[in-house]
């Protein structure tokens, strides 16, 4: 009887547009659930439109056009939300798809819905659980409330399905009916149910708490309907339950941001998320190391070896697992995992599940407390145990100038072993600092700096302790243009039980990852300069960088590439005087030399002094050639001009303080400090440069005038009619300072004491000029033809000077009184490298004048000879009226006296003889 009321009904609820039915009084009555037989119920629709606290439900299911699939369904529980539960989602949430959809009304939530509210259909469609289905003729199965554990169903709801477009074939089934599709595998999303103290519950979670209660309105011929008074929530993405897990914080708070991306968009996830406490286990290092904000690549591999994709029937939900069950599935590292179920408990790979089951729109999660994979795969690399040290400025640094492959030992630096001056980030002063704009090979290149400086804390070779040697130059793996490519080299210095990298200690003990050992330095280190700045940087050098700038060698230094500068410190020029002063003079013929000599400091190879054996010779840019090579067994290095007249000078070593006079690394090679200047064989410095420089001008007219500017110039002096052979002979001392004639001056060479300007303020030159006799005189008394040089003494005199020296002159050719004498004034000097000065010096004088004072010498580049600087002009003596005439004068008076005296004794012998004699005189009678 009751059959015979249902078909016509059902039909006419499948063509009637069922507003109407709604709005109708209830054609029948409803079998409620308090088991009072009313009249048969016929449909869920049916009873909904009866139920006086579903109207909003029945108004929403019209307009999101879920009536017909109602209509159709054989066997269904209807989790139905009530009027409460739909006002509680409107005024819950902010937007108001529920609200507009409700009253039609488009309250801003962004463009016009679609004509069938895909998303709320979707929502309420969470709300339906498909029943088996069943014969008319039997009874209908009802949905099952276990009471111990919760039991899961599919609904009909398909998560991150893509609205169906109308296509022009018919879509396969009804078209009422959701098809199959979406983010779970293609599966429907699941909900469960359980019956807690004789309440029916669903949205429980995975151990049966919390959830919605249900209670059942009634029961229809194709299914059941249950109110409740809460809309169920819909499973978010497992990115949103992640993030609101408190077990997952640890990991979802430094789990890289795009690896959190992936939650949400990956599809068919299975996830077994390490908790917290998986983590704890991990020591503080290694931890320390993933929290650093640098460990993707890690983080990624714990990831992987904790999800995965398309397990067993496409997601790994494991409620369903009865005792002994398992399921096995891939990892996304390619691992295999098998879960399975034994007793209560379920494991993956043998690691209890912590939680499980926890539903999300596009797989489920499940959580462990133990990793999933080895932890050694975490294994500290040195990048790794930098971070963790806290180096990551460091670390960042390194990764910024592309340099990583030394730290993770990839790439061109795997099975290298290196050693690495690193930097605490507290110690790192200015990490992220732009280098220095004044990089002149690299103007705006700040990458490359960075680079370059980054390189430059990368040593090849563990290089311990007991490796170093104090004074070494270790490559480092910086390679400069400047160097042609070769590794710059870093300076170890071993102060006591310290350690030194450059300018920077050591702190601590080194410590040994892997491949390389790592150092902890006080600071940064900053690549070596070019030469130039690191020469300019030196105020004892400032001679020979302000020349270098005079003559443009600046630009060719920092263009040549492999120079090793061999730079003479200031004492250096002064210690050469006179030569000095003629390469500083600034005049044209002047910087000539200077620009030659500038060029002979610079080798145009990299020399380091650990390479340095027995003397080799080097090619300077100036084309000549420099010596440099061990003096005997100690630590000294002498440096010459190969060939010429000058000692050997030497490189500057100085220990004791940071900024040692060797070795000095440069961008383009090595900077050496050394105590002389080296002039090149190509500069000819003759007596009148010399002079030039000293700015004895009033000199050069006169020597000029007289006839000696061959001297000046460094040539032999101009045959004369009676040629002298070479040697010439000495002089006697019995000359006759009354021959007029000039004799031939010797070809030697010849050291010219040399009148400043102002010793001749007092002369009358033109006196002087006017008289070619006292000129030649005066200009011979200062010229000392050197035959035997004195051996080279760096900074000497060109003439060895000691007391009571007395030289013979060019006027002692003609004159016995040409000689000059020296004599030392104050002090002896003490070191004969010096100048003379104030207080330690020498006078000489001839025999007429006062003493004149020896200011500064030079000796000639040429085989001896030099000028020596005085302050008094040399006056000839002039021999006085006495002793001129006085010699013969007194030898004829005393002859005369002498003849008298013989004649005056012999007439008196003879007068006195002659009476005794015979010879009488007769008396009285005159004679
Ligand atoms: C419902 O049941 C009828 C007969 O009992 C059957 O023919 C029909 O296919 C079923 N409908 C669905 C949607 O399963
Ligand atoms: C998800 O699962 C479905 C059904 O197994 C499959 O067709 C689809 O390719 C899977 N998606 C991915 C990304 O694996
Ligand atoms: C790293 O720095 C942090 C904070 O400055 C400090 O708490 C920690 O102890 C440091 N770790 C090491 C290994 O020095
Ligand atoms: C980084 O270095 C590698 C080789 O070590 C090179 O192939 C790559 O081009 C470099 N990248 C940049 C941005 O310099
Ligand atoms: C690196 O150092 C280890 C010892 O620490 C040594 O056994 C190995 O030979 C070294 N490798 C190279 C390439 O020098
Ligand atoms: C340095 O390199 C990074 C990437 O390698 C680049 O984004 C940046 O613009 C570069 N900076 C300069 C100053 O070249």
């Not at 400091?601 to 020399?607: S, Y």
């Not at 100036?622 to 000058?646: A, H, M, T, W």
Request: aromatic share 8%; charged share 20%.
């Amino acid at each position: 009887m009751r059959l015979s009321f249902v078909l016509p009904l059902s039909l006419l609820s499948i063509v009637c547009a069922t507003p109407v039915f709604t709005h109708q009084e209830p054609l029948l009555d409803v079998a409620f659930n308090d088991g009072s037989m009313q009249q048969a119920p016929i449909t869920i629709i049916d009873i909904l439109s009866q139920s006086p606290d579903h109207q909003l439900l029945m108004r929403i299911l019209q307009r999101t056009k879920l009536i017909p699939l109602l209509n159709i369904l054989n066997n269904t529980a209807f989790f139905a939300p009530n009027d409460e539960a739909i006002q509680k989602q409107i005024n819950g949430s902010s937007l108001s798809l529920w609200d507009e959809t409700l009253w039609e009304t488009n309250q801003g939530s962004g463009g016009r819905p679609d004509n069938i509210q895909y998303e709320l259909r979707q929502h309420l469609l969470y709300h339906l659980i498909p029943l088996p289905e069943y014969n008319i003729s039997q009874p209908r199965p009802p949905l099952k409330f276990p009471s111990s554990r919760p039991k899961a169903y599919f609904t009909m709801h398909y998560p991150g399905k893509p609205i169906q477009g109308p296509s022009p074939s018919p879509p396969p089934g009804s078209p009422w009916m959701p098809a199959p599709g979406g983010t779970l595998a293609k599966m429907a999303q699941k909900l469960r149910v359980i019956q807690k103290d004789g309440v029916s519950m669903t949205s429980v979670d995975w151990k049966g708490e919390g959830g919605v209660s249900l209670s059942l309105i009634a029961e229809g011929t194709n299914g059941e309907v249950w109110s409740s008074n809460q809309v169920l929530p819909l499973p978010p993405n497992l990115g949103v339950i992640a993030a609101s897990r408190p077990s997952l914080q640890y990991l979802t708070s430094n789990l890289p941001d795009s690896l959190i991306q992936s939650f949400s968009t990956t599809v068919n996830s299975t996830l077994f998320l390490p908790t917290s406490s998986a983590f704890s286990a991990l020591t503080e290092l290694e931890r320390g190391w993933l929290q650093s904000g640098v460990a993707d690549e890690d983080w990624a591999l714990i990831l992987d070896a904790h999800r995965g994709q398309n397990v067993g029937p496409g997601v790994g939900w494991v409620g369903g697992l009865k005792d002994g069950e398992s399921i096995s599935g891939k990892a996304a590292d390619n691992s295999d995992f098998i879960i399975t179920r034994e007793g209560d408990q379920v494991n993956v790979n043998g690691v209890p599940l912590d939680e499980r089951d926890i539903y999300a729109s596009n797989g489920v999660l499940h959580t462990v407390s133990t990793f999933l994979f080895p932890v050694e795969r975490l294994a500290l690399t040195p990048e790794k145990t930098l971070v963790a040290l806290n180096a990551t400025a460091f670390v960042r640094m390194l990764h910024r100038a592309n340099l990583t492959h030394y730290i993770n030992g990839s790439g061109a630096s795997a099975g290298q072993n290196y050693t690495i001056l690193a930097m605490r980030d507290d110690d790192i002063a200015r990490p992220e600092d732009d280098p220095d704009e004044d990089d002149p090979d690299a103007p705006g290149n700040q990458n490359r700096t960075l680079a370059k400086r980054a390189a430059y804390h990368i040593l090849s070779g563990k290089l311990r302790r007991d490796d170093l040697k104090d004074g070494m130059l270790v490559r480092t793996e910086l390679r400069e243009e400047g160097l042609s490519g070769n590794r710059q080299r870093l300076k170890v210095s071993l102060p006591g039980v310290g350690l030194t990298w450059g300018d920077a200690r050591v702190i601590g003990e080194p410590i040994e990852t892997s491949n390389v050992l790592i150092y902890f330095i006080s600071h940064l280190l900053e690549p070596p300069p070019s030469s130039l700045q690191l020469a300019t940087s030196r105020p004892h050098l400032s001679t020979f960088t302000t020349s270098l700038y005079s003559t443009k060698s600046d630009e060719t230094l920092a263009r040549t590439a492999s120079t090793t500068l061999l730079a003479p410190v200031n004492d250096a020029w002064e210690n050469t005087g006179l030569v000095g002063d003629w390469l500083l003079s600034g005049t044209k013929p002047a910087r000539d030399d200077l620009l030659k000599t500038v060029h002979g400091h610079i080798l145009a190879d990299v020399l380091y002094t650990t390479d340095i054996k027995s003397e080799k010779p080097h090619q300077t840019l100036e084309g000549g050639l420099v010596g440099v090579g061990r003096l005997g067994k100690g630590n000294s290095i002498g440096v010459r001009v190969p060939d010429s007249n000058e000692e050997e000078g030497r490189m500057i070593l100085r220990e004791d303080s940071q900024n040692v006079g060797r070795d000095g690394l440069s961008r383009t090679g090595v900077v050496h400090e050394i105590d002389t200047l080296l002039v090149p064989k190509s500069v000819d410095v003759t007596l009148g440069k010399m002079a030039k420089g000293a700015r004895a001008e009033v000199m050069i007219r006169l020597m000029a005038k007289a006839g000696f500017s061959w001297a000046l110039d460094g040539v032999s002096p101009p045959l004369e009619n009676t040629s002298l052979p070479f040697p010439f002979p000495s002089w006697t001392d019995d000359d006759d300072d009354d021959d007029e004639e000039p004799a031939q001056p010797p070809d030697v060479p010849y050291t010219l004491l040399l009148p400043t300007d102002s010793a001749f303020s007092s002369y009358n030159l033109s006196v002087l000029q006017s008289s070619p006799r006292a000129l030649r005189r005066l200009v011979q008394q200062h010229l000392i033809p050197t035959i035997n040089p004195p051996p080279s003494v760096l900074g000497g005199p060109p003439i060895a000077l000691s007391d009571n020296a007395q030289y013979r002159t060019l006027l002692s050719n003609s004159f016995k009184y040409g000689s000059v004498w020296f004599e030392s004034s104050g002090k002896t000097p003490s070191s004969r490298r010096t100048q003379p000065t104030k207080e330690s010096g020498w006078v000489v004088r001839t025999r007429a004048n006062k003493p004149a004072r020896v200011l500064r010498w030079g000796r000639t580049s040429a085989a001896g000879g030099g000028v020596i600087l005085i302050d008094r002009v040399m006056d000839p003596y002039e021999l006085t009226w006495w002793e001129r005439f006085g010699p013969p004068v007194v030898l004829g008076s005393v002859a005369g006296v002498l003849i008298l005296l013989f004649w005056g004794g012999i007439t008196f012998w003879w007068r006195r003889s002659g009476k005794s004699i015979g010879y009488e005189v007769l008396e009285g009678e005159e004679d």
